[in-house]
């Protein structure tokens, strides 16, 4: 667990400036599949979601709503079993809101349950903005 190793070493703030460095390589990267995507929709985010890291249901798909709820997650599981959930949140979590900002502007994602901070899922939210 090198993020326990770096916070023992260095403090909690060198896990936030390599969270922060992943964060905006993951927005450069959803920026350029914005820019090559043909569906700019809620919808697209489906390919976020996989069956061998999650266990998870559509509620809602339309070009305006994408709702998903991950009932099991591979990436919760680790850090759990690691006592590191807190770990998880920021180098995994966190980089869901830099995809949907990388990718379109005009969506938004929003998520009010999460795994990894002991909800019983993850929910995700990913709707067109109000104009």
């Known amino acids: 667990m090198m993020?326990?190793?770096?916070e023992k070493e260095f403090g909690k703030e060198?896990?936030?400036?390599?969270v922060d460095w992943r964060n905006r390589r993951i927005e450069e990267e959803w920026r350029k599949r914005g820019l090559e995507a043909k569906d700019k929709t809620p919808r697209y985010f489906l390919t976020m979601f996989s069956k061998e890291a999650h266990e998870f249901e559509v509620l809602e798909e339309s070009e305006e709503v994408l709702e998903v709820i991950v009932k099991k997650c591979i990436h919760a599981e680790i850090f759990k079993k690691f006592n590191a959930a807190d770990v998880g949140e920021k180098m995994i979590c966190s980089g869901d809101h830099y995809i949907v900002k990388g990718f379109n502007h005009g969506?938004?994602?929003?998520?009010?349950?999460l795994?990894?901070?002991?909800?019983?899922?993850?929910?995700?939210?990913f709707k067109l903005k109000k104009q």
């Open 107 to 113: 969506i938004e994602l929003v998520r009010d349950k």
């Open 14 to 18: 060198a896990l936030d400036v390599l």
């Open 115 to 125: 795994l990894m901070r002991g909800d019983n899922c993850c929910h995700f939210l």
């Open 3 to 6: 993020s326990r190793i770096l």
